[in-house]
Every structure is written in C-alpha cells, then in structure tokens.
C-alpha cells in the first residue's frame, strides 16, 4: 500500500538556522505530494503541494521540490522564525480512481524554533 | 470564504455511549473526507462522501459511519465508544476529492472517551 515516512522529530533549532525535515514515499504511479503544518490547537493548514515530477512547491519561505527518482519530497527554509514552530506532515494522494478523498500521512515533525 | 467549521470543539463521553459530529465544508465543495488523529495511530483517514455517497472508506470498524446532505455537510458517528476512540476528529473538504486538489481542513473535534 501507499505509505510515507518522515524523519524522526523533535527539530529543534535557532532562529535563522537552516531547515530540512525529509520525507519519502512509497506509493505506485504519480501520486500528489503535500506538506501540511499543524499549529498547537489547531487544523492542518496546507504549506504547499507538488502535483508532478521535477516540480516545486514553496510558500512562506518553504520549497519542496517533488523527486520521482529518490521518492522524495524534503522540505526546507532557509531562515527559520519562532513563529514557525508547528507540527509538520508530509502527505500524499495517490493517483487513480479508489483514492477519492483520502490522504496518506507522515508521522509528523515537531519543530521548535528557540530565540 | 468561510473556512471549514467543525461542531462540536470539545465533547466528553463514556464508554458506550454514541457520538455525532458535524462539518460543514468550504462552500461550493462537495467532498467531504473526515480523519482520526491520535498520538499513538498519528492521521488516519476513516472516509470520503460526494453527493451523498461514501466513495472511499479506510480500516476502521463498523461502529464508524457517517452521511452526508443534500447540502454537503456531513456528520460522522461513533456508536458503542471505546476509551481508544479518544482523539482528534479533522474534518476536510475539497472541490471533487479529486487527487490533485487539495483539501482544506476544520479546526477539529476533540473527543474524550471516559
């Protein structure tokens, strides 16, 4: 079956500091990729989200960029802020007809920005 | 546009009982897909409804259902509750539920089973 992993959290950075949090995936087809980002208290809010191979998609300084050939869809910033500390989820939806409405998701990475 | 709305925010039960949350989706959106967060389980999908029909269901057991109106909100209902039925219930809606779209998500229904 469909499947994503996320690499082992808690993240915990400085402000300004570099930010890669890894995602594979496992899944047959083209499946779409999304990052979604989870604030104490609240939904998930999607980041961004790549439909295709070689695309990239990116938001408030985040980019992932979607990787058919390693089945990858890493997420990155280059400057952290406080205010970015969240629970992150890698997600896909897999290509087809039986996968209406469903999205298969990582275990998510708590970020911690400190001062 | 009003975002997604889930009610209610927070509800307490004990084991046995039943339960009925609602969602009412982004209007204009017509799929309607309703997910489990736990700590332990993490996001687990539980089903997908389009005009009123369920088209996707996951592994869940059958005291899981749900339905949706005319109008594309849904409910979801757990009978007989368990203490592991504790959790977070997010509710989500899209255009199609088509696999490039992307869903957009309530604030969620915390559940605690006693």
């Known amino acids: 079956g469909n499947s994503v992993t996320q690499m082992e959290g808690p993240v915990t950075l400085s402000e300004e500091a570099f930010l890669t949090i890894n995602c594979t995936y496992t899944a047959t087809g083209y499946p779409s990729l999304f990052w979604y980002v989870q604030y104490p208290g609240e939904g998930l809010q999607l980041l961004l989200k790549a439909t295709k191979a070689d695309d990239k998609g990116s938001n408030k300084g985040f980019e992932a960029t979607y990787r058919k050939e390693t089945t990858s869809f890493h997420l990155e910033k280059g400057s952290v802020q406080v205010s970015d500390s969240a629970v992150y989820f890698c997600a896909l939806s897999a290509d087809g007809g039986t996968s209406y409405g469903k999205l298969t998701f990582g275990q998510g990475t708590i970020l911690t920005v400190h001062p | 546009k009003a975002g997604v709305t889930q009610t209610p925010r927070y509800l307490i039960k004990t084991r046995g009982q039943q339960v009925t949350l609602s969602c009412s989706p982004i209007s204009g959106h017509r799929s309607v897909s309703w997910y489990q967060q736990t700590p332990g389980q993490g996001l687990q999908f539980l089903f997908e409804y389009f005009s009123e029909t369920q088209r996707n269901k996951g592994n869940f057991p059958g005291r899981f259902s749900g339905r949706q109106f005319s109008n594309s909100r849904s409910e979801m209902n757990v009978s007989t509750l368990e203490l592991g039925d504790s959790a977070l219930y997010l509710c989500?809606?899209?255009?199609?539920?088509?696999?490039?779209?992307?869903?957009?998500f309530g604030p969620g229904t915390r559940l605690l089973v006693l």
């Open positions: 989500a809606s899209s255009s199609q539920g088509g696999w490039q779209e992307t869903q957009y």
